[in-house]
């Protein structure tokens, strides 16, 4: 298990925390708050060691096409990339239609 | 008309809540947001899950003020660890209060979970205990709904919850088991039970055996509407006696259960349904006293009811007599080894069929004759090695028999009886819960033959994915897991340890010391409640065994509207 944490450039705001996932295998829990920071910060905490970079890759992709100023917490279950692509995907959309709970 | 049918099995724990919840009525608990987490998980190496594995929300169903408790399947095989425990004990001991105070609230549970977390053990033991005090409570005042979608099921020590509920639906999908089919592999081998045959698992535990013998009691499509309407029709109802209560109608069918016969799917429904009609009855092997095993349960309930004879007759395995303890009588009950067990698979002492539902006999029969009077003290005096891992258990509803003892014992104690579990053995999961687990007070021999856990070493390595030294090395981080006493001890259940006591052979002196004590507890017990709180409460619970829990109770209090 390790805990990874990343910084990218991001103005966009949202105004919803989302959660959206669940630590099942091969999937992944996602908490995403807005913040007051032109940042999205990310901390995930992983089962499977050592993709640092793949993590890196696959949220720098993503917040290049949506940069949205978020705190984000991931608890991973070796989720593949598409999968966590789609689970941030999801939180961003919950974030965007739905109250919060 | 909505043609649709959204499958309620298919959602996670929180989407099954708001699927069932009239739109715009869900309020969550503790929500992931606020993080109360396991804290046991990490220092294992674990991905923990912001909600731990349970969701907790009030709302609405048709209107009505309902607690939805739902158990994430997916996220550590819905293992009960402390903080998902105390989410559900909390909620429920929260609707207590309302309901006695004239606030109607339903509770409904989606159960959807492998019983215990192994990774926090004793925890999860714990938990399930006071879940199934809650139960017992709550159901004075409401029906206690509970639902089966399926994916994972309902196993382990929350099968016995499970068996509390007032009415049970289950989806074809549904699985319903004291023993999942790998434990009951590893322990009994491949003969006894074959975990990858899946039809044989569907015709053992599965949602229309068990509403066709009628241990649950609706069969629903796996559609959201379908089992809401369930779950409607069940608050409407006027209720009857719960099944757990129903001891003498089913210990006659298991008295007349040949176990050595081979049992189909659909020869179990028969004999069921006809009540045992036509059954042989079986008389009990003499047993003569050159071949009983050494047993420290049979040594204790000896000492301390003055070698009466047993009222059990028919049931070797399961002590019971009525003796001196201070000025008045108590009941003293053991369960012991029975070489001659009609039930192959209840040779060492394990709770079996027979074993949970003579255990409630004999409870419910000192509360009845005490009615109007002084509810005596009953002592349960522990040394399980285990629950008994069968096919023909599992067919015949082991767990059902647990629940009853559960219910029995808790009864007991909320109806005035000082309840006592004296641990002079092994205190191990399912048997613990049935045997000892609901008493007001636990006391403990202190010696290293005495040992509290949820699961033997070998099949908690297999279902756990570690080998037994991977096992090992969590127990030093997390004493929840380890099997001695004294970590046990440490976790603030134990209102007291007894030393310098040879557990084996006691002395004359040594067995009145205990029996001091018990007359001790008796008087504490008189002055406390009838409650479990006092787990909660002690020293050792307070100083950090049972921190989580406690936090957890807190916040639920401060949530709950």
Same mark, same amino acid.
């Given at each position: 298990?390790?805990?990874? *944490?990343?910084?990218?450039?991001?103005?966009?705001?949202?105004?919803?925390?989302?959660?959206?996932?669940?630590?099942?295998?091969?999937?992944?829990? /996602?908490?995403?708050?807005?913040?007051?920071?032109?940042?999205?910060?990310?901390?995930?905490?992983?089962?499977?060691?050592?993709?640092?970079?793949?993590?890196?890759? #696959?949220?720098?992709?993503?917040?290049?096409? *949506?940069? /949205?100023?978020?705190?984000?917490?991931?608890?991973?279950?070796?989720?593949?990339?598409? #999968? #966590?692509?789609?689970?941030?995907?999801?939180?961003?959309?919950?974030?965007?239609?739905?109250?919060?709970? | 008309?909505?043609?649709?049918?959204?499958?309620?099995?298919?959602?996670?724990?929180?989407?099954?809540?708001?699927?069932?919840?009239?739109?715009?009525?869900?309020?969550?608990?503790?929500?992931?947001?606020?993080?109360?987490?396991?804290?046991?998980?990490?220092?294992?190496?674990?991905?923990?899950?912001?909600?731990?594995?349970? !969701?907790?929300?009030?709302?609405?169903?048709?209107?009505?003020?309902?607690?939805?408790?739902?158990?994430?399947?997916?996220?550590?095989?819905?293992?009960?660890?402390?903080?998902?425990?105390?989410?559900?004990?909390?909620?429920?001991?929260?609707?207590?209060?309302?309901?006695?105070?004239?606030?109607?609230?339903?509770?409904?549970?989606?159960?959807?979970?492998?019983?215990?977390?192994?990774?926090?053990?004793?925890?999860?033991?714990?938990?399930?205990?006071?879940?199934?005090?809650?139960?017992?409570?709550?159901?004075?005042?409401?029906?206690?709904?509970?639902?089966?979608?399926?994916?994972?099921?309902?196993?382990?020590?929350?099968?016995?919850?499970?068996?509390?509920?007032?009415?049970?639906?289950?989806?074809?999908?549904?699985?319903?088991?004291?023993?999942?089919?790998?434990?009951?592999?590893?322990?009994?081998?491949?003969?006894?039970?074959?975990?990858?045959?899946?039809?044989?698992?569907?015709?053992?535990?599965?949602?229309?055996?068990?509403?066709?013998?009628?241990?649950?009691?609706?069969?629903?499509?796996?559609?959201?509407?379908?089992?809401?309407?369930?779950?409607?029709?069940?608050?409407?109802?006027?209720?009857?006696?719960?099944?757990?209560?129903?001891?003498?109608?089913?210990?006659?069918?298991?008295?007349?259960?040949?176990?050595?016969?081979?049992?189909?799917?659909?020869?179990?429904?028969?004999?069921?349904?006809?009540?045992?009609?036509?059954?042989?009855?079986?008389?009990?092997?003499?047993?003569?006293?050159?071949?009983?095993?050494?047993?420290?349960?049979?040594?204790?309930?000896?000492?301390?009811?003055?070698?009466?004879?047993?009222?059990?007759?028919?049931?070797?395995? !399961?002590?019971?007599?009525?003796?001196?303890?201070?000025?008045?009588?108590?009941?003293?009950?053991?369960?012991?080894?029975?070489?001659?067990?009609?039930?192959?698979?209840?040779?060492?002492?394990?709770?079996?069929?027979?074993?949970?539902?003579?255990?409630?006999?004999?409870?419910?029969?000192?509360?009845?004759?005490?009615?109007?009077?002084?509810?005596?003290?009953?002592?349960?005096?522990?040394?399980?090695?285990?629950?008994?891992?069968?096919?023909?258990?599992?067919?015949?509803?082991?767990?059902?028999?647990?629940?009853?003892?559960?219910?029995?014992?808790?009864?007991?104690?909320?109806?005035?009886?000082? !309840?006592?579990?004296?641990?002079?053995?092994?205190?191990?999961?399912?048997?613990?819960?049935?045997?000892?687990?609901?008493?007001?007070?636990?006391?403990?021999?202190?010696?290293?033959?005495?040992?509290?856990?949820?699961?033997?070493?070998?099949?908690?390595?297999?279902?756990?994915?570690?080998?037994?030294?991977?096992?090992?090395?969590?127990?030093?981080?997390?004493?929840?897991?380890?099997?001695?006493?004294?970590?046990?001890?440490?976790?603030?259940?134990?209102?007291?340890?007894?030393?310098?006591?040879?557990?084996?052979?006691?002395?004359?002196?040594?067995?009145?010391?205990?029996?001091?004590?018990?007359?001790?507890?008796?008087?504490?017990?008189?002055?406390?409640?009838?409650?479990?709180?006092?787990?909660?409460?002690?020293?050792?619970?307070?100083?950090?065994?049972?921190?989580?829990?406690?936090?957890?109770?807190?916040?639920?209090?401060?949530?709950?509207?």
């Amino acid at each position: 298990m390790e805990t990874l *944490h990343f910084e990218y450039d991001a103005k966009e705001e949202c105004h919803k925390r989302a959660h959206v996932g669940v630590v099942a295998s091969g999937d992944l829990e /996602v908490l995403l708050e807005p913040s007051s920071d032109q940042k999205a910060s990310v901390t995930i905490r992983t089962g499977s060691e050592g993709f640092g970079d793949t993590w890196d890759k #696959v949220l720098e992709r993503f917040f290049a096409s *949506h940069p /949205v100023a978020a705190n984000i917490e991931i608890n991973d279950f070796g989720a593949t990339p598409g #999968v #966590v692509s789609i689970r941030l995907a999801q939180a961003l959309e919950v974030s965007r239609n739905h109250e919060p709970a | 008309m909505n043609l649709l049918k959204l499958s309620l099995a298919e959602l996670n724990a929180r989407e099954r809540v708001q699927a069932l919840l009239d739109e715009g009525t869900f309020h969550e608990l503790l929500d992931p947001f606020q993080r109360v987490k396991s804290p046991h998980l990490e220092p294992q190496g674990i991905i923990p899950q912001n909600d731990d594995g349970v !969701v907790i929300a009030q709302g609405e169903i048709d209107g009505k003020r309902t607690l939805v408790i739902s158990i994430e399947g997916a996220f550590q095989g819905g293992g009960i660890g402390e903080v998902s425990g105390s989410k559900i004990a909390g909620a429920l001991e929260l609707a207590i209060k309302d309901n006695q105070e004239g606030r109607t609230i339903y509770p409904v549970i989606l159960f959807d979970t492998g019983g215990v977390r192994l990774q926090e053990a004793n925890y999860g033991l714990m938990s399930i205990a006071e879940i199934g005090s809650a139960i017992v409570e709550l159901r004075d005042s409401v029906p206690v709904i509970g639902v089966i979608p399926g994916k994972v099921g309902c196993f382990g020590g929350m099968s016995i919850t499970a068996g509390l509920c007032s009415k049970l639906i289950m989806t074809r999908e549904g699985r319903l088991g004291l023993n999942g089919p790998e434990v009951i592999e590893q322990e009994a081998g491949l003969e006894e039970f074959d975990s990858t045959d899946r039809p044989l698992i569907w015709g053992t535990i599965g949602g229309e055996q068990r509403v066709a013998t009628g241990f649950a009691d609706m069969m629903a499509d796996d559609d959201v509407e379908i089992i809401k309407d369930g779950i409607v029709s069940f608050m409407q109802r006027a209720e009857g006696k719960p099944r757990s209560a129903q001891v003498e109608k089913y210990l006659s069918l298991i008295k007349g259960v040949d176990p050595t016969a081979e049992w189909s799917p659909a020869s179990a429904r028969d004999f069921i349904n006809q009540q045992g009609s036509g059954s042989p009855s079986f008389e009990p092997a003499p047993s003569s006293s050159e071949e009983e095993k050494p047993s420290r349960g049979r040594t204790w309930f000896q000492a301390l009811t003055d070698n009466q004879p047993s009222l059990s007759e028919d049931v070797p395995s !399961v002590l019971c007599a009525d003796a001196k303890l201070g000025n008045e009588t108590a009941r003293f009950l053991s369960i012991v080894p029975d070489v001659h067990h009609r039930f192959p698979r209840v040779l060492h002492g394990e709770v079996g069929l027979l074993e949970g539902w003579s255990i409630a006999r004999y409870v419910r029969e000192s509360m009845e004759a005490d009615q109007g009077g002084t509810p005596r003290p009953i002592v349960a005096i522990i040394d399980v090695p285990s629950q008994a891992y069968g096919h023909k258990e599992e067919l015949f509803a082991i767990h059902q028999a647990c629940a009853a003892a559960v219910n029995a014992y808790a009864s007991a104690r909320l109806n005035g009886h000082p !309840v006592i579990a004296l641990i002079v053995g092994n205190a191990i999961s399912g048997a613990f819960l049935s045997h000892g687990f609901q008493a007001n007070r636990i006391l403990a021999l202190d010696d290293v033959g005495v040992n509290v856990h949820a699961m033997s070493k070998q099949s908690a390595a297999r279902v756990t994915r570690r080998t037994i030294e991977e096992l090992e090395e969590a127990t030093k981080k997390v004493p929840a897991m380890a099997y001695d006493i004294h970590s046990f001890n440490s976790l603030g259940a134990l209102s007291s340890l007894i030393s310098g006591i040879d557990a084996d052979s006691p002395s004359q002196e040594e067995v009145e010391a205990v029996r001091k004590k018990l007359e001790e507890t008796v008087e504490d017990i008189r002055e406390g409640g009838p409650d479990l709180k006092n787990r909660l409460i002690s020293e050792n619970a307070v100083n950090g065994g049972r921190k989580a829990s406690i936090k957890v109770r807190k916040k639920l209090a401060e949530q709950w509207k």
